[in-house]
């Protein structure tokens, strides 16, 4: 069977020729593949200058080339993202002769144009219109001159080529375009830079993240103005587009951009998964960007400062300081000291012939670019939107607490709050990579479980029982009578049947036509036999079917003719055949009452469909009939906002609280009167400067010594009781407890501290109440502080190892080890 396949075909870069699209329709993948490469000997292309063909999804679009045809212009629109094509902001440059494969190779009858008669493009480019990591590449290859469209390709190649080939051109190409504070360099500046950078390195460029830092360094050094070589200062107002003005909601945005990594950054034409990423980041109320957007619209004249100097100074910060507000102010006062607020160049009018946008067409462009979703009414003259923004802003900016004790904050705002918790130190247990994955860059979700689900739903219901309703959506009950599945609602529908009066069988009403037909209808004579039965049939006719002048001597032909005539005449016997309503209207013209009786008669229901079908069905007969589906998806409507708990865990962690409301060690810790419930603490660490928090279950003022309490859920159900005690000292060390609780003490100021364990196994909670020692609080408090000291240093390095960063040598256990001194004697 055919199958359609596409392929990409990708040039290698040092053959100079096109990347290539080409699809057909073949029964196998080797067939199409063999088809791929008549193709390319039939263009003239050689199979050596390409990479071997990468099969890729059919696109779906209106300037799809023609089938089997090798397209290089389909390359220059769309590109291939995540095994797909993607159209691309603006299509790449056509190489002169080569905007597609027909044009590549001319037809027999048209003389391909020579070398000579083929002359140089020389549309002038607009140096100010190209990306600043293209107007280095050209400034490196031709001096400081006018650059034409020829010239283009050269440099889009040492971009390309990503310093495989053009290494030292191509690191300083990017490191370039990556410093957009040089954004308003003329190409005599950036060629004395380029000078200054080979001197400083004697011609041994390094890699771009060390030329940018020597970049930006040199420019504070320096002091450098950023101002056209004209000396022009002409004043305009920040406009990113037509109708797009720099706002606080592209201000956020810029922000946003600005937090992830970027190769590159065009407010025109932003890189697509850059932004999906930034508007992740907002929708989420990123607390880094929260903390960013507020000092940034506290800073007086922060509007007049274009948004690539905003992005290109929190590209710069240190990833540490999103952790302390006071260094993140301290960072833009002494950098927007450096990165001016610098009116953006107004391109001058040359003489020369040069591409000039037309307002048409940079609205068109802005149309295509993802940042066409973001607003862009502007605001009337009042500041009322301003306001009103800024005040949503405020809404959901996550809350940051000084050090000190607060009761009564929510479990949102404290999860939501500054500082470090025992969780996030236990994340960074497991390695600074994941920690930072995790709580910093935010790769890392966090994974929901049913044991996380059941652990919260006892802590609720034992500590905090008032809170259940808020929080949680409780499955409802279903009543007795109602419908549950297909099953149930087939047995409904089959009772209703048999009590239904039973209609005649479809051969029960055959029964009935074959009798009239049978009963007194005459047979039609037969039209075959010899002559003298022909002739002996036509004198048996009616006289008024005896036509015939002269019957001794007629033909056979003339007699059929007349026997014809006379079956013709005979009533037509009744079809026994058919759909039962279509045997009830061969009945209706013998019986007309019986076939109307039997029409009245009310049908059975089908019982066999679709469950929507069924429950059609029922509603015919029980108007008032109940359903499962339909009660558990209203519940569902309802509990939006609230986490879904259904009757069998609620019943398990009733159960549970029950136990430990009754156990006689536990049960009065949990009901004493001065116990106090998820109490939050915000502090400094003395030694690393860092912000903590923590939130104890539940702390105890007996006025003599201040109590915590950890509520903690297991499953150990099968120990033995003589190892049960080894078991929870286990889970205490491996699951970091003791880490928590030495935190708890020292920032909740407890003097004691203590774990109650409920095994959650269904029918058997046993409590189990355990004091943490003083050599386990003091072994907890030294691992917590020891990994801060880790995150610290991690955070000012910004280095985030994994866990494991030596080389390991895999050696035997014991059991091996005495397994190859037995091989080997």
Request: proline share 8%; hydrophobic share 40%.
């Amino acid at each position: 069977m055919s199958e359609t396949f596409a392929f990409l075909t990708k040039a290698k870069k040092k053959s100079g020729k096109p990347d290539m699209m080409f699809w057909c329709s073949a029964n196998n993948e080797r067939i199409a593949r063999s088809k791929l490469s008549i193709a390319l000997d039939a263009a003239g292309l050689d199979e050596a200058d390409y990479f071997n063909p990468q099969r890729t999804h059919l696109p779906v679009v209106d300037d799809l080339p023609a089938e089997e045809t090798l397209s290089c212009d389909f390359c220059r629109h769309y590109q291939m993202v995540d095994n797909g094509w993607v159209r691309r902001q603006a299509p790449l440059p056509a190489p002169q002769g080569e905007a597609s494969v027909s044009q590549m190779s001319p037809a027999p009858d048209t003389p391909a144009p020579s070398q000579e008669e083929q002359a140089p493009d020389e549309t002038r480019l607009d140096f100010w219109q190209l990306p600043l990591e293209q107007r280095a590449a050209l400034v490196q290859l031709y001096g400081p001159r006018d650059y034409y469209l020829d010239d283009l390709p050269t440099a889009l190649e040492i971009l390309n080529a990503e310093g495989e080939i053009y290494t030292g051109n191509y690191h300083m190409a990017i490191a370039i375009g990556k410093c957009s504070e040089l954004a308003q360099r003329d190409a005599a500046g950036l060629d004395a830079l380029i000078m200054q950078i080979q001197q400083r390195y004697n011609h041994m460029i390094p890699h771009w993240p060390e030329l940018v830092t020597f970049i930006r360094q040199h420019r504070a050094d320096n002091a450098e103005p950023l101002t056209p070589a004209n000396g022009a200062t002409l004043e305009t107002p920040i406009m990113l587009a037509p109708g797009r003005p720099f706002d606080p909601a592209f201000l956020r945005h810029t922000i946003a951009c600005a937090l992830q990594p970027a190769n590159g950054y065009d407010l025109l034409d932003p890189e697509p998964t850059i932004v999906a990423r930034a508007q992740e980041l907002m929708a989420d109320n990123d607390k880094g960007l929260a903390i960013w957007y507020k000092l940034l619209t506290d800073t007086p004249g922060i509007w007049e400062v274009h948004p690539d100097d905003i992005f290109a100074m929190i590209q710069a910060a240190p990833e540490s300081i999103a952790w302390d507000e006071d260094a993140t102010r301290r960072f833009i006062d002494e950098n927007l000291g450096v990165i001016q607020p610098v009116p953006r160049r107004k391109h001058a009018q040359d003489p020369a012939p040069t591409r000039e946008a037309t307002p048409d067409n940079m609205a068109a462009l802005f149309a295509a670019s993802p940042l066409a979703s973001l607003p862009t009414e502007s605001a009337p003259d009042t500041a009322t939107p301003t306001q009103e923004q800024d005040k949503k802003q405020e809404q959901v900016t996550p809350p940051c607490f000084e050090p000190g004790r607060y009761p009564g904050l929510s479990s949102t705002d404290y999860h939501a709050a500054n500082g470090i918790s025992s969780t996030m130190l236990k994340d960074a247990r497991i390695s600074l990579m994941y920690f930072h994955g995790r709580h910093i860059a935010k790769t890392i979700p966090r994974q929901e479980s049913p044991a996380l689900l059941l652990g919260a739903l006892i802590h609720t219901l034992a500590l905090e029982p008032e809170k259940f309703a808020a929080e949680y959506a409780l499955e409802p009950q279903l009543p007795p009578d109602v419908f549950t599945s297909s099953e149930s609602m087939k047995k409904a529908i089959e009772a209703h049947n048999a009590t239904l009066p039973a209609p005649l069988s479809t051969e029960q009403l055959k029964a009935h036509l074959l009798a009239h037909n049978n009963a007194g209808l005459p047979t039609p004579l037969p039209l075959s036999g010899s002559a003298d039965e022909l002739a002996q049939l036509y004198a048996a006719l009616p006289a008024a079917f005896q036509t015939l002048e002269q019957p001794e001597g007629a033909s056979a032909a003339a007699i059929k003719k007349c026997l014809k005539a006379y079956n013709a005449s005979l009533p037509t016997p009744l079809k026994t055949g058919g759909s039962r309503e279509a045997l009830l209207e061969q009945l209706a013209q013998i019986d007309p009452a019986l076939a109307d009786a039997e029409r009245q008669k009310p049908q059975p229901l089908n019982t066999s469909g679709k469950k929507e079908e069924l429950m059609a069905s029922l509603r015919q007969i029980q108007p008032d009939a109940r359903f499962a589906d339909e009660i558990l998806a209203d519940w569902q409507r309802q509990a939006v906002g609230k986490i879904p708990v259904s009757q069998a865990q609620f019943a398990q962690c009733r159960a549970i609280c029950d136990a430990l409301l009754a156990d006689a060690l536990a049960g009065p810790l949990l009901r004493h009167p001065r116990r106090e419930v998820e109490v939050s603490y915000f502090g400094l660490d003395d030694n690393t400067g860092l912000e903590i928090r923590v939130r104890p279950d539940v702390e105890i003022d007996t006025g003599h010594a201040r109590i915590g309490l950890d509520l903690k859920s297991v499953s150990l159900g099968y120990v033995k009781q003589d190892n049960l005690r080894a078991r929870l000292h286990r889970e205490i060390i491996e699951r970091d407890y003791h880490l928590s609780a030495g935190m708890y003490c020292d920032l909740a100021m407890l003097d004691q501290f203590f774990w109650i364990f409920v095994n959650k196994d269904p029918g058997y909670h046993w409590v189990a109440l355990v004091e943490a020692s003083p050599d386990e609080l003091t072994l907890g408090r030294l691992e917590y502080q020891r990994q801060l000291a880790a995150i610290r240093q991690a955070m000012d390095s910004n280095h985030w190892p994994g866990p494991i960063v030596d080389v390991i040598t895999d050696e035997l256990t014991d059991y091996e080890q005495r397994r190859l001194e037995n091989l080997a004697a």
